[in-house]
C-alpha cells in the first residue's frame, strides 16, 4: 500500500492488487486475513498534506484599481465556499445570505485564513488552500470538519477598512469659480449615489428625482458625511468614502450590512448659511444714476431667474414682457423686494437669495425646489416714482378748504362711493393729484373712501372727513 499511494491525486481511484509477500505473508491476520493472501484495495484519495506544506493563495479575479490591500488588523467583510480537498462542501456565507466579518491578523482566524486573506483588494477572488495544522488539526471542528482535513476556501472580498480610518475624499470635479466653500452650520441641497465598496446600490437621491437637503457639520447626517460635505464649492462633484464607525455602525441599517464601508458620490447643487442676506453683484449702471428705486416705486425690468447650478426656472425675455411690481408691497419674494431697491434705469445687476428670503423650505410646486438659492439677473427698464409711505393719493397742488363741498357734488351732506370715485378720477385726470402707481384705480378708491367711512355704513359724512395730517395717529391710506 505504501508503494500503491505514491503518485495519487486527489479525487483519484484506484484498484491496487497486493501480493502477499508486500502484505501480511505467510502469517496473515488471524480471523481477519489468511495466510499468504492476496489483498485487493478499491482505493479514493480525499485528502492529503505534508507537514512542510504552506498555505497556498491562486488569485483568480483582481480588480483594475486596487488603491488599498488587506493587512494585519484591517476588518474584512467577505463571502467564501469551504469544502474540502475533495471538492465537498463543508460550509458557506452564501447560503446564509450574509458576509463574514472579521478582524485580520489579530487570532480572529484559523492561522490558515489569517495569512490568506492578507494582500487582498476589495472584489478580488481568490482560492486558499489550509493544511489542517494551519486550521483544525487533528480534532477537526467537532462537527462538519474531521480532524487532519485540508480545508479549501473560495473567497470574493467584499469590505475592507481599519478601526484607525477616518474618511477618504476624492475629488472629481471642482468648479474654477469658487467664491466660497461650506462650513459648519451651512444649508446644503446635494444628489448622491450611495454604494458600497463592492459596488452594490443601496441609495440614490437621484432615483427620487429630488436633492437631499440637511445642515452640515451639526449632526443631522452620520459623522462621515458631516465631515465630507465641508469645504465643499457649489457644483462640485466628489467621493466620499466613510468607514463603518464613522456610517451606520455594527449594526448597519435598511440596505447597508453591519460594519459596511460606504461610498458616497455626491454632486453639490447649492448651499446656503441661514444667516445670509441678500447678495447683489452691479454688472453695469449708467452714467446719469440720480434716481433710485425705493419702496412705493412702480418698476418695469427683466429677469432670468436660476438655480446656482444653473438651472433656469423662468425668463421675462421668453415671455417678451417685462415683470411689473410696486416695490415694497409685497408682490415679490422678499429678497427680491430688497434686490431691487436703490436701482436706477437701465441698470443691471444679479442677485443671490436664499431660500428664507426666497421660497423657503417648501418652494413652489413643479417650478421651484424647496430651500433652492435663487439668482435672479436683471435688468431694471422703467420707473415711476411712488408716493410716500402710508398714502395712496397726494395733491400736487394746494389742497381746496372746501375739499367735502367738491366732492358733495348734490350737497346732501354725504358722500357715496360713486361720487368719491368719480372726484378722484378728475382729479388726477387733471394733474391735480397722483395716485400710487401700479395699483387698480377701483381697489385704491374703494379703500380710500372706507377708511373715510368710519361708522361702515356705505356713506361719508363731513364729520367723518379727514385728510391724512389731520389723523391722530391712525394708520391709513387716505386723503
Given amino acids: 500500500m505504501d508503494q500503491a499511494l505514491v503518485g495519487m491525486c486527489v479525487n483519484e481511484r484506484r484498484f491496487v492488487k497486493i501480493p502477499p509477500k508486500l502484505a501480511y505473508g505467510s502469517e496473515g491476520v488471524p480471523g481477519v486475513i489468511p495466510p499468504n493472501a492476496v489483498l485487493h484495495f478499491d482505493v479514493l484519495l480525499i485528502d492529503l498534506w505534508n507537514s512542510?506544506?504552506?498555505?497556498?493563495?491562486?488569485?483568480?479575479?483582481?480588480?483594475?484599481?486596487?488603491?488599498?490591500?488587506?493587512?494585519?488588523?484591517?476588518?474584512?467583510?467577505?463571502?467564501?465556499?469551504?469544502?474540502?480537498?475533495?471538492?465537498?462542501?463543508?460550509?458557506?456565507?452564501?447560503?446564509?445570505?450574509?458576509?463574514?466579518?472579521?478582524?485580520?491578523?489579530?487570532?480572529?482566524?484559523?492561522?490558515?485564513?489569517?495569512?490568506?486573506?492578507?494582500?487582498?483588494?476589495?472584489?478580488?477572488?481568490?482560492?486558499?488552500?489550509?493544511?489542517?495544522?494551519?486550521?483544525?488539526?487533528?480534532?477537526?471542528?467537532?462537527?462538519?470538519?474531521?480532524?487532519?482535513a485540508s480545508l479549501v476556501f473560495d473567497v470574493v472580498l467584499l469590505d475592507l477598512h481599519n478601526p484607525k480610518d477616518g474618511i477618504a475624499i476624492e475629488n472629481q470635479l471642482v468648479p474654477e469659480s469658487c467664491e466660497r466653500r461650506s462650513q459648519t452650520g451651512d444649508f446644503l441641497r446635494y444628489h448622491y449615489n450611495g454604494t458600497l465598496l463592492d459596488g452594490t446600490l443601496f441609495d440614490s437621491s437621484y432615483s427620487r428625482n429630488r436633492t437631499y437637503d440637511t445642515y452640515v457639520g451639526k449632526g443631522y447626517v452620520i459623522a462621515g458625511m458631516d465631515e465630507g460635505l465641508l469645504g465643499v464649492c457649489t457644483g462640485e462633484k466628489r467621493r466620499i468614502i466613510i468607514p463603518p464607525h464613522l456610517g451606520y455602525g455594527e449594526e448597519g441599517r435598511g440596505k447597508i450590512p453591519g460594519s459596511a464601508v460606504l461610498v458616497f458620490d455626491i454632486h453639490v447643487v447649492d448651499f446656503h448659511n441661514p444667516s445670509d442676506s441678500v447678495s447683489i453683484t452691479v454688472h453695469y449702471k449708467p452714467s446719469n444714476c440720480t434716481v433710485l428705486s425705493k419702496k412705493g416705486d412702480y418698476l418695469k425690468y427683466h429677469y432670468n431667474a436660476s438655480l446656482l447650478d444653473g438651472t433656469l426656472l423662468d425668463s421675462t425675455h421668453s415671455l417678451g414682457k417685462t415683470y411689473n411690481i410696486v416695490l415694497g408691497s409685497g408682490q415679490v419674494v422678499l429678497g427680491m423686494d430688497m434686490g431691487l431697491q436703490d436701482m436706477c434705469v437701465g441698470e443691471r445687476r444679479t442677485v443671490?437669495?436664499?431660500?428664507?428670503?426666497?421660497?423657503?423650505?417648501?418652494?413652489?410646486?413643479?417650478?421651484?425646489?424647496?430651500?433652492?438659492?435663487?439668482?435672479?439677473?436683471?435688468?431694471?427698464?422703467?420707473?415711476?416714482?411712488?408716493?410716500?409711505?402710508?398714502?395712496?393719493?397726494?395733491?400736487?397742488?394746494?389742497?381746496?378748504?372746501?375739499?367735502?363741498?367738491?366732492?358733495?357734488?348734490?350737497?346732501?351732506?354725504?358722500?357715496?362711493?360713486?361720487?368719491?370715485?368719480?372726484?378722484?378720477?378728475?382729479?388726477?385726470?387733471?394733474?391735480?393729484?397722483?395716485?400710487?402707481?401700479?395699483?387698480?384705480?377701483?381697489?385704491?378708491?374703494?379703500?380710500?373712501?372706507?377708511?373715510?367711512?368710519?361708522?361702515?355704513?356705505?356713506?361719508?359724512?363731513?364729520?367723518?372727513?379727514?385728510?391724512?395730517?389731520?389723523e391722530a395717529r391712525e394708520e391709513h391710506d387716505e386723503l
Avoid at 484599481?65 to 465556499?81: A, I, L
Wanted: net charge negative; proline share 6%.
Fill in 352 to 470: 443671490v437669495i436664499p431660500p428664507h428670503l426666497g421660497y423657503g423650505e417648501h418652494g413652489v410646486e413643479g417650478e421651484v425646489p424647496g430651500s433652492a438659492v435663487l439668482v435672479f439677473d436683471i435688468e431694471l427698464l422703467e420707473l415711476v416714482s411712488g408716493l410716500p409711505e402710508g398714502y395712496m393719493f397726494v395733491w400736487n397742488g394746494e389742497v381746496s378748504p372746501n375739499l367735502f363741498e367738491e366732492i358733495d357734488q348734490n350737497h346732501d351732506g354725504e358722500v357715496l362711493l360713486e361720487e368719491f370715485s368719480e372726484y378722484i378720477q378728475t382729479q388726477v385726470d387733471t394733474g391735480k393729484g397722483k395716485l400710487a402707481p401700479g395699483f387698480d384705480f377701483e381697489k385704491i378708491v374703494k379703500n380710500m373712501f372706507t377708511n373715510q367711512d368710519r361708522d361702515g355704513n356705505g356713506k361719508v359724512t363731513a364729520e367723518e372727513f379727514k385728510l391724512k395730517d389731520q
Fill in 52 to 148: 512542510e506544506d504552506e498555505v497556498q493563495v491562486q488569485t483568480y479575479f483582481k480588480p483594475e484599481k486596487c488603491p488599498r490591500t488587506v493587512q494585519v488588523s484591517d476588518f474584512v467583510r467577505y463571502h467564501y465556499n469551504g469544502t474540502f480537498l475533495d471538492g465537498t462542501l463543508f460550509d458557506s456565507s452564501h447560503n446564509r445570505m450574509r458576509t463574514y466579518d472579521t478582524y485580520v491578523g489579530i487570532g480572529w482566524l484559523i492561522p490558515g485564513m489569517d495569512q490568506g486573506l492578507l494582500g487582498m483588494c476589495v472584489g478580488e477572488k481568490r482560492i486558499i488552500t489550509i493544511p489542517p495544522f494551519l486550521a483544525y488539526g487533528e480534532d477537526g471542528d467537532g462537527k462538519e470538519i474531521p480532524g487532519q
